[in-house]
């Protein structure tokens, strides 16, 4: 450890020493517009990128760099002095950030961060700028206090995983020497409480895609034509009905074959968790849960697969009524699959039954999106997650829940196509953080948990190396 006026430095004195700083450079981090789904952000997205780079030189890791792919960049930076001996850990995050609309409904502007209440306000706070920093600066407060880490690490930082991360798979096929590791850790992910850890054992898979139909060449009136020519948002609305029945079974033939159905233990883990149904549909403001007959709504959140309407657009919207036949008809629609489904077999069963249950007189086309990812299920007992495991425990002085997450990160499915290994998510963001909402925040004492998690997490593998 280094001396500071006369007294042993260590991370925990040099994290407190620099809490005001590092809420600063969040601050800053989170200005930056990094929308990554919109095109006239592209430039903000790689300037976010630099700032990330420049951090991490700051940091220490001097060879911190922004790299280009096919589409928006990611930054990678490694500390390999450890030497070969010693175990190479891997830290993923990524620095784009969701659309800000409905803009009206924020309190402050998304991109002009404030901090109210512990919390700190503003698009990305949560998903991922604040979880991301945590591990840079844990390494910094190693560094500045130890001058050299007990485990080689590699950062991989990436600007397109809130659009799927379309073109990180040929990159990371591209630069597998560069990124291969022992273990992989993500800062992309979420915690069950402020007091409460748990361990995410699975992540759920997507698939998205929309239908464009299409019947007259232009919209028509609704009282010369209305019976005469088929109607291309009633076909919608009909295509739609078919894929799930009235108990919330996907109909989609086949849909079902490949999904590993729940076991014993997989259950009792479930069932570990508190969980109310009331509490929840009133949180949401609904009358009650919904979905797939035979299983509980943890149980359906956790590991089941779904379908889902994400948005509808037809004929007239404004203010009272345009007696109109519609020409166009249009529906974005994603699936959230589970292992072992795989995203091309199910859109192949999709297209097959939109085409099936197209009714007459309409043109429909079926769109796959970019945003795809396979389900990602971590082994009992897989060792980066022991490891984990073991820093919560720590941390928070109980044992963390095992939980399956309903959302997808695709580079944890890619890292262990590509890689064989299974990465385990080390993530603070906590459900109530509006994260993809108006007001997004983060809170601070999660930012500065996270921090020490990231130095205990290199601290132990310094114990066991």
């Known amino acids: 450890m280094k001396v500071l006026g006369g007294e042993l430095m260590s991370w925990k004195l040099y994290l407190k020493n620099n809490k005001d700083k590092f809420i600063n450079d969040l601050s800053q981090f989170v200005s930056i517009p990094s929308i990554s789904a919109i095109d006239d952000h592209f430039d903000d997205v790689v300037r976010a990128g630099n700032w990330v780079a420049n951090r991490l030189q700051l ?176 076909a919608l609305s009909q295509i739609i009905s078919s894929m799930k029945d009235l108990s919330g079974k996907i109909s989609i033939e086949g849909f079902y074959n490949d999904v590993l159905e729940l076991n014993d233990d997989d259950r009792a883990a479930i069932a570990k968790i508190p969980f109310n149904d009331t509490e929840y549909a009133e949180a949401l403001g609904v009358d009650e849960p919904f979905g797939e007959t035979g299983y509980s709504t943890s149980e359906r959140l956790a590991i089941r697969p779904t379908l889902e309407i994400n948005g509808m657009h037809s004929g007239y919207q404004g203010k009272g009524i345009k007696t109109v036949l519609p020409s166009k008809a249009f529906a974005k629609i994603s699936c959230r699959l589970v292992a072992n489904q795989k995203p091309k077999e199910i859109y192949k069963l999709v297209e097959k039954h939109i085409h099936k249950h197209s009714p007459l007189g309409v043109t429909v086309e079926v769109r796959k999106l970019p945003s795809e990812a396979n389900p990602f299920l971590v082994p009992r007992g897989h060792n980066s997650s022991e490891v984990v495991r073991k820093v919560l425990r720590e941390l928070y002085n109980k044992e963390p829940f095992e939980v399956y997450v309903g959302g997808s990160i695709p580079i944890l499915s890619m890292f ?22 108006p007001n997004e925040f983060f809170r601070l004492s999660s930012f500065s948990r996270a921090q020490s998690a990231y130095c205990m997490l290199i601290e132990e593998f310094g114990k066991n190396c």
């Open 416 to 437: 262990l196509e590509e890689f064989g290994v299974h990465g385990a998510v080390m993530s603070f963001g906590l459900d109530d953080e509006k994260v993809h909402a």
């Open 59 to 234: 940091a220490g890791i001097k060879n911190a760099r922004l790299i280009s792919t096919e589409t928006h960049p990611v930054v990678y930076g490694d500390n390999l002095e450890a030497g070969n001996t010693k175990p190479t850990i891997l830290i993923y995050g990524h620095f784009d950030v969701q659309p800000v609309d409905p803009l009206k409904l924020w309190d402050k502007p998304p991109f002009d961060p404030y901090i109210k209440n512990g919390k700190i306000y503003g698009r990305g706070a949560s998903d991922d700028k604040g979880n991301m920093l945590a591990p840079i600066l844990a390494v910094e407060a190693i560094l500045k206090s130890n001058s050299k880490l007990p485990v080689n690490i590699k950062f991989l930082f990436e600007g397109q995983e809130e659009i799927g991360s379309p073109t990180l798979m040929p990159f990371i096929r591209k630069n597998a020497n560069l990124l291969k590791s022992d273990m992989i850790f993500s800062a992309d992910g979420g915690q069950f409480g402020e007091k409460q850890p748990n361990l995410i054992r699975g992540l759920k898979g997507l698939l998205a895609f929309e239908l464009i139909v299409t019947g007259a060449k232009t919209d028509q009136h609704s009282g010369k034509h209305g019976g005469g020519i088929a109607n291309p948002a009633q």
